[in-house]
């Protein structure tokens, strides 16, 4: 009679395990929000994980049960614990490696969130069936499919758009969030294991798991809430850097103002030495004269590097600011419209790399020498930046980092880059700091204006 006792509660521990198993199949697949490969194939990794990691349990199970390592509840303990172990490293896994598109912090994090949120749910089935270790019954399966499937069904309703939205906006700090979901998980593993442990579940204690219950829900609140302020920041800085750029705009633009103002002034002048010239009938004069005037006229626009006016001012900001720090500076300019990218964008990735290069040039001694080049080709923008580089820089991934941390602009750059669905990359080669960024997908269009400009 006992050895059926036993039998029964094994078997009802598999099916317990299989339930889970399917529930963690059905909810990992949900919570692809940037996919690798292809919904289908996606599923069919998904279906992979639940078969792989119900293998493993019946492996365990037949081997520990032949070796007769443990018996009765300590045997379907320990097969509950292989149980969450398995599907944590396998499920997870197959999320983070195969299934996520996304970047692997931030993947972690979403399985992290759920694995504390799966803690919760069989924590609350625990207490209300007073069960663990996966020896069920009807009533905990029952649970388990209900507690599972509506939250699902409002998850995939009221929360996923917004989680997706909120995943291809925000791209910083998941590292610390995926840290600290981590950490709430394994809480609420302790908290699993302390509330078996206890065999009287007086007031205190139903005090204490729901104040770690809270305690869970509050923290993944507030990770929430602190990826949402570090992408705040990160806009911040790029609205100030925006800021930064208008304002040398209208500094610009007031110079323009004023050397208008003053052509209109001298044309007069010009206009008398030029009659005077014509009275005398001294046409050689003449022509020295306005080939001189012409030559100062071109000086005041040396800075017309293309015709996109966005661009143009831009480079123009820059070029002056690094001429002003005595850096020697070539700009080869071969522009057409951008119709398909927005100004937003186009002065987030030149003017973050530009002020990285003319900075990094401040910083140098002896020659110091800027290159830029921006051209289209086949449908793509390609941007390269070359400046003096003697420093070492550390590299993480290929991103240049300050301490190990890259930094906002940076990010910035990445961000706008993928957008577009392209690429930027970042070398130090004979002495030089070199930046090169690709766009894709844009509207070719005839290019006017632009070319090489030495200063």
Known sequence: ???????????????????????????????????????????????????????VMMVLSVCMRA?????????????????????????????????????PAKSLFTVSTYYSFWTLIYLAISMATHSFAGAGDWAVWGLRLVLNLGPLFLYKRLLKQKLMRMYKEIRIGYR?????????????????????????HDLLHMAMIFLASSMMLIIHI?????????????RLKQMELHEKYLRTQISSYEQMEQS??????????????????????????????????????????????????????????????????????????????????????????????????????????????????????????????????TAEVLFKNGIPCSRERIGVGIRSVLMSAEKYDGSANFIVADGMFISQVILNNMTVKKIRGGGRNEC
């Open 1 to 55: 009679m006992i050895k059926v006792m036993k039998n029964i509660n094994i078997i009802n521990a598999l099916i317990t395990n299989i339930i889970n198993n399917l529930m963690h199949g059905v909810w990992f697949y949900s919570l692809v929000l940037e996919f690798k490969h292809s919904r289908k194939k996606t599923a069919a990794i998904s279906a992979a994980a639940v078969v792989l990691t119900q293998a």
């Open 67 to 103: 070796q007769n390592w443990f018996q009765g509840a300590q045997f379907v303990i320990l097969l509950y614990l292989c149980g969450y172990l398995a599907s944590m490293l396998i499920f997870g896994g197959a999320y983070v490696f195969f299934m996520s598109g996304s970047e």
């Open 176 to 200: 610390t969030a995926a840290a600290v979901s981590s950490f709430a998980f394994f809480v609420m593993t302790v908290v699993i294991f302390y509330n078996q442990s206890v065999k009287r």
């Open 222 to 234: 507030q990770l929430f809430y602190y990826i949402v302020q570090q992408d705040y920041g990160s």
């Open 260 to 389: 208008a103002r003053q052509t209109r002034h001298d044309f007069r002048h010009h206009n008398m030495v030029v009659a005077e010239y014509a009275r005398e009938k001294d046409y050689e004069a003449i022509l020295t004269y306005l080939q001189e005037y012409e030559a100062r006229e071109e000086e005041k626009f040396d800075g017309d590097f293309c015709r996109n006016h966005v661009v143009n001012s831009l480079l123009c900001a820059y070029v002056s600011m690094a001429g002003r720090e005595g850096v020697e500076v070539s700009v080869d300019v071969r522009l057409g419209e951008t119709t398909e990218i927005s100004d937003y964008d186009l002065v987030t990735i030149l003017a973050n790399i530009l002020e990285n290069a003319v900075n990094a040039c401040k910083r140098e001694a002896g020659n110091r020498r800027l290159e830029l080049s921006l051209q289209q080709k086949s449908g793509k923008l390609v941007f390269v930046c070359k400046n003096t580089c």
